[in-house]
């Protein structure tokens, strides 16, 4: 199994800036796609952005020339630079990584505990 531990979220007022970062550990073969997702209050659960191990990014349209994700496979870390935040993007981020246990399982999936962002406007 994969434990994911998420930190970086806060409170920012529109416009500014914030770093969410996602740390993966655990003994498995590999580590494939990672992403984010968020869910504000009273809505679904969505895609922010996601980051294969190759690099190939896919980002939510509504997040689209504002934030990056990035991953460091060494390291088995995933980041999500979020910049002109807005309060829209309030909510409540979770990072997740999909991983084969060996080298002869399908993917499973990991989600971390969550990190709460708030934008003031």
């Known amino acids: 199994q994969v434990q994911l531990v998420e930190s970086g979220g806060g409170l920012v007022q529109a416009g500014g800036s914030l770093r969410l970062s996602c740390a993966a550990s655990?003994?498995?073969?590999?580590?494939?796609?990672m992403g984010w997702y968020r869910q504000a209050p009273g809505k679904q659960r969505e895609l922010v952005a996601a980051?294969?191990?190759?690099?190939?990014?896919n980002y939510a349209d509504s997040v689209k020339g504002r934030f990056t994700i990035s991953r460091d496979n060494a390291k088995s870390t995933v980041s999500l630079q979020m910049n002109s935040l807005k309060p829209e993007d309030t909510a409540v981020y979770y990072c997740?990584?999909?991983?084969?246990?060996?080298?002869?399982?399908?993917?499973?999936?990991?989600w971390g505990q969550g990190t709460q962002v708030t934008v003031s406007s």
């Open positions: 997740n990584a999909e991983f084969q246990k060996t080298t002869y399982t399908p993917n499973s999936l990991s």
């Open positions: 980051i294969t191990r190759g690099g190939s990014t």
């Open positions: 655990g003994r498995v073969f590999r580590i494939n796609a």
